[in-house]
């Protein structure tokens, strides 16, 4: 099974906070992605990486950055963290920029910002 | 532009009534859809994929969904509910425009009464 697996299910920070959400899978996959989820908005797309070293922005990256150093590893990164950040967190990878694939979710980290 | 909506931010039904969750999306493009399920505290997983193969799709767990075209739809049922079944359902769509890019519906919780 692909597991993908987040650092924190749970992260209380203080605004103005640097903020680091991590993510990992173990299936070789080639894209990641960061969603946040929020109630009545579904899931919104920040950031995605097709390879290592590479990024594209989603619909919402103000305020966000992303790394992507190894392949297995996309890091979501909250430069100075705002009350309006608070959210939940959803990693996803793939195999394949195909658009029949599916994603495969991590549990997802509940951030809040105080 | 492309777009999804789920009908119903919740649907509540008694157990072994029939579900059905919409989901119409807009495009311009050919779309490929799919119906994710997110039980309490869990990321999300696929529950089934339309991929152009056949209009009438089986997935996991008794649910199935049928693409229209001329309605732009695709709903989500399942004959009999069962408790196990509560959770939030989010229709996606991919489209390729180039790139591929995949939005998600705002989400339906649904809810079983014993």
């Known amino acids: 099974d692909v597991k993908v697996t987040q650092s924190s299910r749970y992260l209380v920070k203080r605004t103005g906070e640097k903020v680091f959400l991590e993510c990992v899978q173990d299936?070789?996959?080639?894209?990641m992605f960061w969603y946040r989820q929020d109630p009545g908005l579904g899931l919104r797309l920040i950031y995605f990486?097709?390879?290592?070293?590479?990024?594209e922005k989603g619909d919402i990256p103000e305020g966000y950055s992303v790394s992507r150093e190894k392949k297995e590893r996309f890091s979501l990164i909250l430069e100075s963290a705002s009350t309006n950040q608070t959210s939940m967190y959803l990693c996803?990878?793939?195999?394949?920029?195909?658009?029949?694939?599916?994603?495969?979710f991590g549990p997802g980290t509940r951030l809040t910002v105080l | 532009a492309q777009s999804v909506t789920q009908l119903g931010s919740h649907v509540s039904v008694s157990e072994g009534a029939l579900v059905l969750l919409r989901c119409n999306y807009s495009?311009?493009?050919?779309?490929?859809l799919f119906w994710y399920v997110q039980y309490p505290n869990q990321g999300l997983q696929l529950l089934l994929k339309?991929?152009?193969?056949?209009?009438l799709v089986k997935g996991i767990n008794g649910f199935e969904a049928e693409f229209k075209k001329s309605e732009t739809s695709f709903h989500l049922t399942k004959p009999s509910a069962h408790m196990s079944d509560a959770a939030e359902y989010f229709c996606?769509?991919?489209?390729?425009?180039?790139?591929?890019?995949?939005?998600f519906g705002a989400g339906t919780r649904l809810f079983v009464k014993a």
């Open positions: 990486s097709y390879d290592v070293k590479m990024k």
């Open positions: 996606a769509v991919t489209f390729n425009t180039g790139g591929f890019k995949t939005i």
């Open positions: 996803a990878s793939s195999s394949r920029a195909g658009v029949t694939d599916t994603q495969y």
């Open positions: 299936m070789d996959h080639e894209n």
């Open positions: 495009s311009s493009v050919p779309p490929y």
């Open positions: 339309y991929t152009s193969a056949a209009t």
